[in-house]
């Protein structure tokens, strides 16, 4: 991609690199391919530090992820694995996620559209998920919905503590799409 994504100053544009990897299948999964190992060895050693019953882990991609590892068990190798006993996904209606791209990164339809093409359908990811939380309100029934998630989540990591002693690695990791 070289010198076409950097700006004058010689940092990354991050707008020119998102239309570069969302026009290019091709340079999309070569940087994947080098940054995903390297997120995910940084989420391995965050989670390590982790001192809550739970927490929740951010990956955006997580079930499009072609160099991740996604398993509900225990894994081989801490370095190999990403573990998580729920996976939570957040979604709203496609107009709803074309409007709240385009007020957040003020990037036309078109674009946004070529992103969620790589995106797996909602029906396919909804298949995968244990929890869904369906952003599609305002943000006092958005925090509701979150407080109650919370209570549920909490029950659970004080359950599966008592009844199995983890590495705060396996404890629940929860993942917002």
Known sequence: MGAAILT????????????????????RAQV?????????QQIQQA????????????????????????TRKSPQSHQDY?????????????????????QRDEMNEQH????????LADEESLQKADDVLCNQSDLPH??????QLHQFYFSLAQYHHILV????FLSYHLVLK
């Open 8 to 27: 004058e100053e010689g940092s990354i544009d991050r707008r020119a690199l998102r239309e570069r990897i969302f026009s290019d299948a091709w340079a």
């Open 32 to 40: 994947q391919s080098q940054m995903h190992p390297l997120i995910y």
């Open 47 to 70: 989670l390590l530090k982790v001192d809550f019953p739970y927490c929740i882990v951010v990956i955006p991609l997580l079930l499009e992820g072609k160099t991740s590892v996604i």
């Open 82 to 102: 990403l573990t998580f006993q729920r996976i939570l996904m957040v979604t709203a209606t496609k107009t709803q996620k074309i409007h709240r791209a385009q």
């Open 112 to 119: 946004i559209h070529a992103i969620l093409a790589t995106q």
């Open 142 to 147: 958005l925090r509701q919905m979150v407080a």
């Open 165 to 168: 002693e983890q590495l705060p």
